[in-house]
């Protein structure tokens, strides 16, 4: 039996202040197949977050802050066999 399957998440701001906001947005696509004795998975995770990084945190200093843009690819693989 062929398998197709795709996911969505949405992590908020590990922040508590609204100064950074930091969330993170991945999407994932997969394809597998399964029989009686085994199985074989395949997996594509795409992970996008983008942060403000202040290098001084002071209220009476103010500067510009450097955005930092993340992307993380993920590929994945498994193999499973039944034992009975």
């Given at each position: 039996?062929?398998?197709?399957?795709?996911?969505?998440?949405?992590?908020?701001?590990?922040?508590?202040?609204?100064?950074?906001?930091?969330?993170?947005?991945?999407?994932?696509?997969?394809?597998?197949?399964?029989?009686?004795?085994?199985?074989?998975d395949a997996a594509f995770a795409?992970?996008?977050?983008?942060?403000?990084?202040?290098?001084?945190?002071?209220?009476?200093?103010?500067?510009?802050?450097?955005?930092n843009d993340f992307d993380y690819?993920?590929?994945?693989?498994?193999?499973?066999y039944r034992f009975d």
């Amino acid at each position: 039996m062929l398998q197709v399957r795709g996911g969505f998440s949405n992590y908020g701001s590990p922040f508590k202040t609204g100064l950074n906001d930091a969330q993170m947005k991945t999407f994932s696509a997969g394809l597998g197949y399964r029989s009686k004795d085994f199985y074989l998975d395949a997996a594509f995770a795409w992970s996008k977050s983008s942060s403000d990084y202040y290098l001084y945190g002071t209220e009476n200093v103010i500067v510009n802050p450097v955005k930092n843009d993340f992307d993380y690819y993920n590929l994945m693989f498994t193999f499973g066999y039944r034992f009975d």
